[in-house]
């Protein structure tokens, strides 16, 4: 790439120096300044507003984001960035523009990921062993939904008993925003340290009881568990995705595999140790299960890209791609179907069909434990055609399942259903983050945008079981909310297409 030095620009800031973030705001810095700089105060800031406005030459595309995707999903340009040859017009101010552009793209040049080899695949155990201990723990809260309900040690009815989870839930995805944030400005191993000691913390405090009161479950289980998962959560599944590269949605998807794991071993746990220690020791025994498995994490999970210390918590921009904003509202209707079904899918098989607490902590085992080949088979499968194409057709194909819960009506029904929905709900819940840092341009924002998409569905996380709980406790059945679990269905759906018409347009041989 040519640059005429010959007239050297004074320098940026040095606040504008740590990043330069966005091009579009490099723009605005030399528009404001060319009259100082240049001289030429009329008619090269009129020639520099013709020269911002023409940006890259792009072919003919039903769609605007088409030609700036490479073969892996990424965007081969930076945020707004035009070429030299366009802005270098042969005035003072168009070399300006040239030569900080191009400083902008050398302050954001990240080495490339390894996509490979020990240090990066040590990375993928330890997301798996945090994805273990926080989504695999809070997965298994369908055990604990049954067991409160169907033993009567907690005084309350399902629904509120539900917001329990729910706020778990909510706040381990929630606070992501914030988190997300911490890993790009290079704070990631106090950050992991802090949500460690909170989330054990909290178990542990839930035994202090064997029979513990409604308002202090929902303090240490529902906030204080919740809180600690989010902190950990956000940042190291961001932290994976930056060691890879065209192998990037198989990891992932191979560290997810501890939600599945988890979510099978947790309610085992419940199941057969509850009837021998009771409740107390029971949840201790988690306890230490988590404590062992954020241990191992903290030794392995190191950060790979240098810190990006300046930066909004909250990437505004962020939501002028209606990719970004249809897929995140997507999974917002997802999540609503999809944790109403693992939450509620025990005390379904108790209440209509008789199942007792054993049998339908099964159910539990099974949801969880189906979506574990869905986790390494469809991100592999993704890595090739795509993260988004694969989770628009895991979406419908789990939609189907949904609408398909109305027919069932016998124990084996319930078994088959059961075991279809865990296979679709982990295949879709393992490309949640693949798919982000696919339509992500810079991978040191993929932590805060990855924690922008969390806290957005956490609000589902919260709101999803109790609204399907409510729903049914109003009309005396479960036939209600599984209609609108089957609603929101059709309503992801149709988001997930409209991001993939950002993406690609209707070319339905686009790779996205």
């Not at 507003?49 to 995707?69: A, L, M, W, Y």
């Not at 020791?281 to 954020?294: K, P, Q, Y």
């Amino acid at each position: 790439m040519a640059l005429d030095m010959s007239e050297k620009p004074k320098p940026f800031p040095a606040d504008s120096q740590d990043t330069l973030a966005d091009a579009d705001d490099a723009h605005h810095d030399l528009e404001l300044g060319s009259s100082q700089e240049t001289g030429h105060n009329t008619t090269d800031r009129h020639h520099f507003q013709e020269i911002k406005t023409k940006g890259p030459q792009v072919s003919s595309s039903p769609h605007p984001r088409q030609n700036g995707v490479n073969s892996n999903g990424d965007n081969d340009n930076d945020d707004g960035a035009e070429t030299d040859t366009e802005l270098d017009d042969g005035t003072a101010l168009g070399r300006l523009a040239s030569a900080s552009l191009t400083h902008t793209r050398s302050a954001v040049n990240l080495p490339p990921a390894p996509d490979g080899g020990a240090q990066a695949w040590s990375q993928v155990v330890a997301g798996w062993l945090v994805l273990f201990a926080t989504w695999g723990y809070m997965n298994s809260f369908g055990s604990f939904q049954s067991y409160y309900t169907s033993s009567g040690i907690v005084d309350a009815d399902p629904s509120a008993i539900s917001w329990i989870g729910s706020l778990q839930g909510c706040l381990t995805t929630a606070v992501g925003v914030f988190t997300g944030r911490l890993l790009d400005a290079g704070y990631f191993r106090p950050t992991f340290a802090t949500g460690a000691v909170l989330q054990v913390a909290g178990i542990f405090a839930m035994s202090a009881s064997a029979a513990p009161k409604y308002y202090q479950l929902l303090i240490t289980q529902g906030i204080m568990s919740g809180l600690g998962s989010g902190i950990l959560f956000t940042p190291t599944l961001a932290l994976v995705a930056t060691w890879f590269s065209s192998r990037r949605g198989f990891a992932i998807g191979l560290a997810t595999t501890g939600n599945s794991t988890g979510g099978v071993v947790y309610p085992l746990i419940v199941r057969e140790l509850l009837p021998r220690l009771g409740f107390a020791w029971t949840v201790r025994v988690m306890g230490f299960v988590n404590l062992a498995c954020f241990v191992g994490a903290f030794v392995l999970l190191r950060s790979r890209l240098p810190p990006r210390k300046s930066g909004a918590v909250i990437d505004i921009k962020s939501f002028r791609d209606g990719e970004y904003d249809f897929y995140i509202a997507g999974l917002f209707f997802f999540v609503w179907a999809s944790y109403y079904t693992f939450y509620y899918v025990a005390s379904y098989g108790i209440q209509q069909l008789g199942l007792s607490f054993q049998s339908a902590s099964n159910l539990v085992v099974i949801i969880n434990g189906c979506g574990l080949p869905a986790r390494i088979v469809i991100p592999w499968l993704a890595d090739r055609v795509g993260p988004l194409n694969v989770i628009t057709c895991c979406a419908f194909f789990f939609a189907i399942i949904v609408w398909c819960w109305l027919a069932v009506s016998s124990i084996p029904g319930l078994y088959v259903f059961t075991a279809f929905a865990g296979l679709l709900s982990g295949a879709m819940q393992s490309l949640m983050p693949t798919t982000i840092a696919s339509i992500t341009k810079r991978l040191d924002k993929m932590g805060v945008r990855l924690g922008m998409m969390f806290s957005i569905i956490s609000i589902a996380t919260l709101t999803g079981p109790p609204i399907g709980g409510a729903i049914g406790s109003a009309t005396g059945g479960y036939t209600a909310p599984q209609i609108w679990s089957g609603a929101s269905m059709l309503v992801c759906i149709g988001a997930l297409l409209l991001a993939r018409w950002f993406m690609v347009g209707w070319n339905l041989k686009g790779r996205c």
